[in-house]
């Protein structure tokens, strides 16, 4: 799945592209890709309407449109939002076509066809919008409101980090990069977390964040960027996709556990399950996915 460092990474590439381009025409080939409103409903809408804006709002892309509505696309599992030339040919995953004033074409290809797009007024958006945790490279995200998220919950850390509604953009890849790099098992109960655990996992979920970011996103499976390129994060990972492999810190078998449905991956001599004695630094400049 897409995750904060991929959709921002769209966002950046698509922003001076579609800024001031108007939609002439959509084509929904999969009507259940529009949840809202009913697919012929949305094209009707959608054709005339200038962008204004373009921007990430969790895992979701978010245009701002000249009627004064929001476009929200949620790429899920494995979606994609191409940017394309008219005559390009078309994959046969295709499910949505928003042709552009240009002779350009938005194209959201899916595999398994759980993408969907919103066309929401900007109460529904700002509905939804407050459903949605904190921004983890927001200015709101502090030290201290990461001490109030993990000391007022019990479910474990990694399931807590995939919560949207407490923090958002973080998924199975950056979810168990942050936890490594903070030196965190990904069973500990969140509020078993010391402060100064706190304060490594506060800086381990900013890092990683930025270093997907600067790698332009991890290509695991599916995920491309919008002109079709994959990111370069795959390179830099330490945990995540490594089952089986050394750990880059001390040499460990990095080992995969399951999650509330969800593969994790955790070295266990770096990340043990017993709250480790403090004053443990963060990760020597041989682990991956470390900037600056």
Same mark, same amino acid.
């Given at each position: 799945?897409?995750?904060?460092?991929?959709?921002?990474?769209?966002?950046?590439?698509?922003?001076?592209?579609?800024?001031?381009?108007?939609?002439?025409?959509?084509?929904?080939?999969? !009507?259940?890709?529009?949840?809202?409103?009913?697919?012929?409903?949305?094209?009707?809408?959608?054709?005339?309407?200038?962008?204004?804006?373009?921007?990430?709002?969790?895992?979701?892309?978010?245009?701002?449109?000249?009627?004064?509505?929001?476009?929200?696309?949620?790429?899920?599992?494995?979606?994609?939002?191409?940017?394309?030339?008219?005559?390009?040919?078309?994959?046969?995953?295709?499910?949505?076509?928003?042709?552009?004033?240009?002779?350009?074409?938005?194209?959201?290809?899916?595999?398994?066809?759980?993408?969907?797009?919103?066309?929401?007024?900007?109460?529904?958006?700002?509905?939804?919008?407050?459903?949605?945790?904190?921004?983890?490279?927001?200015?709101?995200?502090?030290?201290?409101?990461?001490?109030?998220?993990?000391?007022?919950?019990?479910?474990?850390?990694?399931?807590?980090?995939?919560?949207?509604?407490?923090?958002?953009?973080?998924?199975?890849?950056?979810?168990?990069?942050?936890?490594?790099?903070?030196? @965190?098992?990904?069973?500990?109960?969140?509020?078993?977390?010391?402060?100064?655990?706190?304060?490594?996992?506060?800086?381990? @979920? !900013?890092?990683?964040?930025?270093?997907?970011?600067?790698?332009?996103?991890?290509?695991?499976?599916?995920?491309?960027?919008?002109?079709?390129?994959?990111?370069?994060?795959?390179?830099?990972?330490?945990?995540?996709?490594?089952?089986?492999?050394?750990?880059?810190?001390?040499?460990?078998?990095?080992?995969? @556990?399951?999650?509330?449905?969800?593969?994790?991956?955790?070295?266990?001599?770096?990340?043990?399950?017993?709250?480790?004695?403090?004053?443990?630094?963060?990760?020597?400049?041989?682990?991956?996915?470390?900037?600056?």
């Amino acid at each position: 799945m897409p995750e904060l460092p991929e959709v921002q990474t769209i966002v950046h590439d698509l922003g001076a592209k579609l800024n001031g381009r108007r939609f002439v025409d959509v084509d929904v080939y999969w !009507q259940p890709t529009i949840a809202e409103p009913e697919a012929e409903a949305f094209r009707r809408q959608m054709i005339g309407e200038e962008i204004t804006g373009l921007w990430r709002r969790a895992k979701f892309v978010v245009m701002g449109l000249s009627g004064g509505n929001r476009l929200v696309i949620h790429l899920r599992m494995t979606g994609r939002l191409l940017w394309m030339d008219a005559e390009a040919p078309a994959d046969k995953h295709t499910r949505v076509v928003l042709h552009l004033d240009n002779g350009k074409e938005l194209r959201l290809v899916d595999t398994r066809k759980f993408a969907r797009i919103r066309l929401l007024t900007p109460a529904g958006f700002e509905a939804l919008s407050a459903s949605l945790g904190i921004e983890p490279l927001g200015k709101e995200f502090t030290k201290e409101k990461l001490r109030e998220i993990v000391r007022a919950r019990g479910q474990k850390i990694k399931a807590l980090l995939l919560d949207q509604r407490y923090i958002v953009g973080l998924g199975n890849i950056y979810a168990d990069e942050a936890l490594f790099v903070a030196r @965190i098992h990904p069973l500990r109960p969140a509020n078993s977390l010391t402060a100064e655990e706190t304060e490594r996992l506060y800086s381990a @979920i !900013q890092r990683v964040l930025e270093a997907g970011i600067e790698d332009r996103g991890t290509t695991i499976d599916t995920y491309l960027d919008a002109m079709g390129r994959p990111g370069r994060h795959q390179s830099n990972l330490n945990v995540y996709h490594r089952t089986g492999e050394p750990c880059l810190r001390c040499g460990t078998p990095i080992e995969r @556990i399951t999650i509330g449905g969800r593969s994790t991956h955790f070295c266990p001599q770096c990340q043990p399950m017993a709250s480790p004695a403090s004053g443990i630094s963060l990760p020597s400049r041989k682990v991956r996915s470390q900037r600056g």
